[in-house]
């Protein structure tokens, strides 16, 4: 069965240092997302890609934060410095359409664990 | 005011039996989706079942149903015969749509419920 993979599982990172997320969503998906989910809460939107492009974007997406696809299969969130309040789990996800109409399902990967220390 | 409310931060139930774990949402739109989603302590979200707005029946997944009270704004997950693999966090979340019925698929969840299932 076909799944996003999240690389690594868990980083470890100096406050203030870039770190990259990677993911590679299901082959066939067009639409992406990053979620981020700090310890104990409740599971946040960050951002959705389509197209190459941003197509929407949370508050907590300020300019620290950046999305890529670099090539056909990876999807990577980077962090350009990290401070503290951003340890969490960051969850990529991903789907193959958006239609309010159509059961579209986000399939998540099993998320990287992000240690600012 | 939060999209997604789960007013229970935890249950127990014994295995084998059912539970209901409760959803309620605020949206003003027509045209929305309702999913749940499992967290093992593992930490993967794991998809169990969706509701769209317009569906008439409650959705069911195995042991997985969906309690769809669209005029009450609620969606509880039921799920039945317990298995002690079922301990984990819930969360419930929405899809909201825009003009059209297109949306960008942005997920609202709730704070989660945590179920422990007793042997």
């Known amino acids: 069965e076909p799944e996003v993979t999240q690389t690594p599982s868990h980083q470890v990172t100096q406050m203030g240092q870039e770190v990259i997320l990677r993911c590679v969503p299901i082959?066939?998906?067009?639409?992406f997302y990053w979620y981020r989910q700090i310890l104990g809460q409740k599971v946040e939107f960050l951002v959705s890609?389509?197209?190459?492009?941003?197509?929407?974007k949370s508050e907590i997406f300020d300019d620290q934060f950046s999305v890529e696809r670099p090539d056909g299969s990876n999807f990577t969130l980077k962090i350009r410095s990290t401070k503290l309040e951003d340890s969490a789990m960051y969850f990529c996800a991903s789907s193959s359409r958006t239609s309010i109409f159509a059961k579209n399902i986000q399939y998540f990967g099993a998320g990287t664990r992000l240690s600012v220390l | 005011a939060q999209k997604i409310t789960q007013t229970q931060p935890g249950m127990f139930v014994q295995e084998k039996e059912a539970v209901t774990l409760d959803c309620t949402y605020d949206t003003s739109d027509q045209s929305y989706g309702l999913f749940w989603y499992k967290q093992p302590s593992s930490g993967e979200m794991i998809f169990l079942i969706y509701q769209g707005s317009y569906d008439e029946q409650n959705a069911t997944e195995g042991r997985y149903s969906l309690n769809f009270q669209k005029a009450r704004k609620s969606a509880n997950l039921v799920i039945s015969a317990s298995q002690l693999g079922d301990s984990a966090m819930y969360f419930c979340a929405m899809r909201e749509g825009n003009a059209g019925g297109t949306s960008y698929g942005k997920l609202t969840f709730g704070q989660g419920t945590i179920l422990t299932v007793h042997p």
């Open positions: 082959s066939n998906h067009l639409y």
């Open positions: 890609f389509y197209n190459n492009e941003i197509s929407e």
